[in-house]
């Protein structure tokens, strides 16, 4: 997007929901906190972190004399385990539950918050056992089960700063994690369930640590599914024989606010993971209030549901620290949403009459490519606010989330953040917000981002370009891991003290934010920016289309030509007609320069772990290249799939 910075202004999306009176009566936030928290954007954030119980209070807020290292709360200290635990048992709330914890073979289990404490507690104990000091790096690798939460918080009680790699990540890729962050114990489990059946973690962890120079002295092994593992005597230890002998009591000691919390891998989405550093005052702050302010959380009588796998940002921040922190009751939920059947998720928003749910747009377009009948079998009204995140949520989407989930009722907050921001930026606010699908609005109070063109110049209202944050933010990632040059590298020089999320977007006439997809993915066409998202908006509002992804592909007349590929809803047949009426479709939308050149049905497309199209190996494809890398695909046969169905190019 070179010459011409402003991507083509083609979302003509005009559908409006205000939020439902009775919610916005009563809610967390009000219209207010935009303009206190603009008066005084550090007095807001120091407001915010009284969220907290600190052990020494802050006096200084942000210093950001060393830009873009900042320090937040920087002589302030606090545990971060003891704010997501401790003190709610303190305060009276122990019986209530934090997680209702369901398997997937079906098995479930509730954990309240004073059995969280003794797990966390032991574990912590465990953990020293094996000689795991403050600043030490820890590993999880781990299914989604309590344990893993309770794994996170025990290395946070002690200092050690957790590194969690996706279980459905191959042996090379925890190496290279591990590796990277110089990990002394690996904490992982035998298996965990998917699909029906359970799936083996520790062969990849005995591959992993076996490789030279490894820098693991200790593997402990969760028992979750009773399969059969290799063991490595003096080197493996059971959970549960390590922990059960611990004592329940564990005095947490406070730490500095900046101390590492953890450094999480992105999803690879684009390229070699980064390993992100968050730290802890200024991390746990905005997790808890944005937790709090974005989802309308009252924790007394919510219950809470991200569907997200804790082996991404989304689990970290909207499972295990904001939730906890704000003393949520939530569930946690192991496997795929097709097992036993294709209405696992409505039977678990039932049983536990769950109020809040977080879930991401390949789930929801998932869930309307099975069909509408699914939902409509279950009580689905305990539900209040719903959540969107991970990829700009198609219009369709965000509209079937609503009227088939949501009961036409509720609020859909459309919430755009990264790995690297550590909490949530831009979002409606569902007391306060009238709803656009498909746009993520505005930033949230004490957050400044804006849209900027080539030269780094704020676009006006209805321009497009380049999301940048332009002031720092409590939950700011601190460097990658061991690469200072990287960070400054890859976010603060594309333009000069501002951060460069990646990402584009525009403004439309009001200033709301409508992202657009990556900065890499953006097609040229004829001289004209087109964004993939756009396009695969237009395409998923066909009613014979669950799912589009869109890429540029080298083409001697047009610099690109747009190539589609589509996964078709249940009923409709492939033919050259259906084809043809989408391109039309397409171009009766958003105008003929945005037709594709080709659409390809495929039956899957490929995609990270955290569900996110992969839109580099598409292009791969399209432009008949070799496959850069696929490491970080769920499952890499789906390009083979796709490579078969491709005819050669014209
Ligand atoms: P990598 O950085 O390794 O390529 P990644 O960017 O996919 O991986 P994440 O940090 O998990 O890793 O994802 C953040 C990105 O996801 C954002 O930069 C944006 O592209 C996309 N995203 C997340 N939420 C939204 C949203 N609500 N709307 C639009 N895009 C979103
Ligand atoms: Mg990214």
Request: aromatic share 8%.
């Amino acid at each position: 997007m070179s010459e011409n910075p402003s991507l083509s202004n083609l979302l003509k999306e005009e559908r409006r929901f205000a939020p439902p009176a009775e919610l916005a009566a009563q809610a967390n936030v009000t219209a207010e906190a935009y303009e206190q928290a603009k008066a005084d954007r550090l007095g807001f954030w120091a407001e915010q972190a009284r969220r907290l119980t600190w052990a020494t209070e802050p006096t200084e807020t942000l210093d950001w004399s060393n830009p873009p290292f900042a320090k937040w709360f920087q002589d302030g200290r606090l545990n971060v385990a003891y704010n997501c635990v401790d003190r709610h048992v303190e305060a009276g709330n122990g019986d209530r539950v934090a997680i209702h914890f369901e398997g997937e073979p079906g098995d479930s289990r509730s954990i309240t918050y004073a059995e969280l404490k003794d797990e966390v507690s032991r574990a912590a104990n465990a953990l020293l056992e094996l000689g795991v000091r403050k600043g030490d790096r820890v590993a999880v690798y781990m299914p989604m089960i309590p344990e893993t939460a309770i794994a996170m918080l025990a290395c946070a009680r002690i200092g050690a700063a957790h590194s969690v790699v996706f279980g459905g990540f191959s042996a090379d890729a925890l190496a290279t994690r591990i590796e990277d962050a110089d990990a002394r114990v690996v904490i992982t489990a035998d298996g965990g369930y998917r699909r029906g059946k359970p799936s083996a973690l520790k062969p990849a962890v005995d591959d992993a640590v076996s490789r030279e120079g490894t820098t693991v002295e200790h593997v402990v092994v969760v028992r979750r599914t009773g399969q059969e593992v290799a063991w490595t005597e003096g080197r493996d230890v059971w959970w549960h024989e390590l922990t059960q002998k611990q004592p329940a009591e564990h005095t947490a000691e406070a730490f500095e606010a900046e101390h590492p919390l953890f450094i999480l891998y992105t999803s690879g989405t684009t390229g070699r993971p980064k390993g992100i550093l968050h730290t802890s005052g200024g991390y746990l702050t905005q997790v808890a209030y944005t937790h709090w302010s974005v989802f309308d959380l009252k924790p007394e009588t919510d219950v809470y549901w991200c569907t997200a796998d804790v082996g991404w940002v989304t689990g970290h921040s909207y499972i295990v620290y904001g939730p906890l922190a704000n003393g949520a009751t939530q569930v946690m939920y192991e496997g795929t949403p097709d097992t036993p059947h294709q209405g696992r998720f409505w039977e678990i928003v039932q049983k536990y009459k769950v109020s809040i749910l977080y879930t991401a747009p390949t789930a929801i377009r998932t869930f309307m490519k099975w069909g509408d009948d699914i939902p409509a079998k279950f009580d689905l009204s305990s539900l209040r606010v719903l959540g969107s995140v991970g990829e700009p949520i198609n219009p369709e989407a965000w509209i079937w989330y609503r009227k088939h989930i949501g009961g036409d009722r509720t609020p859909v907050v459309d919430t755009w953040w990264q790995t690297e921001t550590g909490g949530i930026m831009i979002s409606p606010l569902p007391g306060v917000t009238e709803a656009k699908p498909g746009s993520a609005q505005r930033p949230l109070p004490g957050i400044a981002a804006t849209v900027v063109d080539d030269e780094a110049t704020e676009v006006p209202d209805g321009g497009g370009g380049y999301l940048v944050l332009t002031e720092p933010w409590p939950s700011m990632l601190r460097t990658i891991w061991g690469d200072d040059q990287r960070f400054l590298d890859t976010y603060w020089s594309r333009f000069e003290g501002k951060y460069f999320a990646g990402d584009g977007a525009k403004k439309d006439d009001d200033g709301d934010i409508w992202l657009l997809g990556r900065v890499d993915d953006v097609m040229l066409v004829s001289g004209h920016n087109i964004s993939t998202t756009e396009v695969e908006s237009a395409l998923v509002s066909h009613p014979s289309v669950a799912e589009a992804a869109v890429v540029g592909a080298a083409d001697e007349t047009t610099g690109q030509a747009i190539v589609a590929f589509v996964i078709l809803r249940g009923t409709a047949a492939e033919t050259a007609d259906l084809v043809g009426e989408l391109r039309n479709h397409v171009g009766a939308t958003l105008g003929p320069i945005a037709k594709p050149k080709r659409i390809l049905p495929v039956a899957e497309l490929p995609k990270t772990r955290s569900g996110k199209i992969m839109r580099r190996l598409l292009r791969d494809v399209a432009e008949n290249r070799q496959l850069g890398d696929v490491t970080t695909l769920t499952d890499s046969t789906v390009m083979d799939l796709i490579q078969e169905k491709l005819p050669a190019a014209p």
